[in-house]
């Protein structure tokens, strides 16, 4: 029971640090972007593609997979998304659809359709048995590394300049522009390192959700869970619906595995439902 | 009032080029015998294209599941076939009926929220759907599809007529219920319903002030959408006698989108035009090069978006500085 909390948790954690970034380019921006989990993709390929071609251990493809990533995202953001922003949503659906689609077939081309897998290093192999909770070593590694970066990432928002600046933008990316805040800049750095953070959950997810092409179109659904349940007005509202998607599709899928993701997609509705701008949306918010 | 009133009605005139359409899909029939399988997966793409053009070309709601009611009717059309009676067209009303009542169902869910929102949720059900449609395998045969539909034959008034391999009757019968389709959904969008569906997308808060009732007006849309989904869907199920997990795919959504968006949306032919263009681009590609077919559909997009959709339909714009 408690086994199941603790692997719900870490799935949740993992999951928040996939779709962090998504949070903020939908709040930012307000751009829908499907093509989220291609980044996160880029950075579980990085890690595997160092790791078992040249050798790389696992703790130093992790930086990397950000840094990789981070590249990606930063170069696309002034090519590519920047022209979208004040486009209709449906022609943001339509662009990065192509794009899922292209990196899906993309990476096919280039690597091949097959499942690829990394061997851990030995010391986050096994688990600890304390009395009747088994905790797994990677999932520990994982839950610490991504409450350090949630960590991280809300005393960025809430104390440093550019936090504040980033806060302005989102609530008011007309203003902040008035105010003397170049918002472009904001928005690319905003962009970079949100893709940056998905790259890094694809590197340290690569061994427990499994990583093959397909892998954008699988999870999409999931990132825009976290992102629409979560709201996108906060880091925390995004986190504890990751952690409440992690556990209830660990436990949906353990106790009831006939029904799969059948539980997550229903309690998504239910709760769209009832509170259509998220459960964790600022009284008077909306936009 | 009597000016609104011409205006309205001149804005529903028949025009030369919807009965050269008509010719052109009749004709199609008689001339092109040996490619009805093809023009089959056409004009079945083409309903479906139709119906996602009354929600999001009419009624502006941004769908990411209109495969649901696509799959349900697939799936409902292959089941009665299977278990109550092989005749088609009964079961094509089965179809459309239990993709109608879904579609009601369903759209009490995008009444509210924002677009990302009803995204969701559409993608929601439609995934809802395709979980169902694989676990519950003592009816749906699960991964492997409901195998083991045989239809009986067409009866018309001229006699009955039997599917055959070349696809000739599924043809002219798909081409049939199409036709019927487009009719009633084009005596749709001309009526004063129509009409009041393009001020709700244009401007929803001013629509609900003049009068409007915004949520019936959507409701009643989403269903017709979903009833015409579910229509294409029982036409896939019954011409090729087979319903696999794929008419839930999210695939199958964002494509009946791209077809749409190709043809243009909000002019209700658009799903036609966009049908036959991404078929026969599907065929040159495929052949040429068949796994990484996606890969240019995406490039598509991608150009198609940031150059501007609405350019697609009128060339005449290409050259001009905006």
């Known amino acids: ?287 | 009032m009597k000016a609104v009133a011409q205006a309205l009605r001149a804005h529903a005139r028949w025009r030369w080029w919807e009965f050269a359409l008509l010719a052109v899909l009749l004709l199609s029939w008689l001339l092109l015998p040996g490619q009805s399988l093809l023009l089959n997966e056409i004009a079945i793409l083409a309903l479906f294209a139709v119906s996602l053009d009354l929600i999001l070309g009419y009624a502006g709601i941004v769908s990411l599941g209109h495969a649901a009611f696509f799959g349900i009717g697939s799936y409902a059309a292959a089941l009665f076939a299977k278990l109550v009676m092989p005749d088609p067209w009964v079961g094509m009303v089965v179809a459309i009926a239990v993709a109608a009542v879904l579609g009601a169902l369903c759209s009490v869910l995008i009444l509210r929220g924002s677009d990302l929102t009803r995204l969701m949720v559409t993608l929601g059900v439609a995934s809802i759907l395709y979980e169902l449609a694989n676990k519950l395998d003592w009816l749906t045969g699960g991964a492997d599809g409901l195998q083991g539909v045989v239809m009986g034959p067409l009866r018309t008034p001229f006699g009955a007529f039997e599917f055959d391999l070349g696809g000739r009757t599924a043809y002219a019968y798909t081409l049939l219920v199409l036709i019927i389709c487009v009719l009633v959904a084009r005596r749709l969008v001309h009526s004063p319903f129509g009409t009041s569906l393009q001020a709700l997308r244009d401007n929803r808060l001013r629509a609900a002030s003049i009068g409007l009732s915004v949520n019936a007006r959507l409701v009643v849309v989403y269903t017709v959408a979903a009833a015409i989904a579910g229509a294409a869907g029982g036409l896939l199920a019954q011409t090729t006698g087979f319903a696999s997990l794929d008419v839930f795919d999210f695939h199958r959504s964002a494509e009946v989108m791209l077809v749409l968006v190709i043809g243009g949306t909000g002019y209700l032919y658009g799903g036609i035009f966009g049908a036959i263009v991404f078929k026969l681009l599907h065929d040159l590609i495929s052949a040429w090069t068949p796994q990484y077919w996606n890969f240019w559909l995406g490039l598509f997009l991608v150009i198609l978006v940031l150059v501007g959709r609405e350019k697609l339909t009128r060339p005449w714009t290409w050259w001009k500085k905006s």
């Open chain 1, 1 to 287: 029971m408690l086994t199941l909390l603790f692997d719900g948790i870490a799935y949740g954690m993992l999951l928040f640090v996939l779709a962090v970034g998504l949070a903020v380019t939908l709040g930012l921006m307000n751009f829908i972007n499907l093509a989220h989990g291609a980044f996160a993709m880029a950075g579980g390929y990085i890690t595997v593609l160092l790791m078992n071609r040249l050798g790389v251990p696992f703790l130093a493809t992790l930086p990397l997979a950000f840094l990789g990533t981070a590249l990606i995202g930063a170069l696309l953001e002034p090519l590519l998304y920047r022209r979208l922003y004040g486009k209709p949503h449906l022609d943001q659906v339509l662009f990065s659809i192509g794009i899922v689609f292209m990196a899906v077939t993309g990476v096919d081309f280039i690597i091949g359709s097959t499942q690829q897998n990394i061997t851990l290093p030995a010391w986050l192999q096994g688990r600890f048995d304390i009395s009747w909770i088994g905790i797994g070593k990677y999932r520990l590694f994982i839950i610490v590394v991504c409450a350090a970066l949630a960590i991280g990432l809300q005393w960025m928002l809430a104390n440093t300049r550019f936090g504040s600046q980033l806060r302005a933008s989102v609530d008011d990316p007309r203003v902040a522009g008035g105010l003397g805040l170049n918002v472009n800049r904001i928005f690319l750095l905003t962009f970079a390192v949100g893709s940056g953070l998905a790259g890094l959950g694809g590197a340290l997810g690569a061994e427990i959700l499994g990583l093959d092409p397909s892998f954008p179109l699988k999870f999409m659904i999931y990132f825009l869970i976290v992102v629409s349940v979560g709201g996108t007005t906060t880091l925390t509202g995004p986190l504890l619906a990751a952690l409440l998607l992690g556990i209830a599709d660990v436990a949906g899928k353990y106790y009831v595995p006939k029904l799969g993701a059948f539980i997550v997609y229903t309690l998504m509705i239910v709760i769209l439902l009832l509170r259509p701008q998220g459960l964790f949306a600022r009284a008077g918010g909306g936009k």
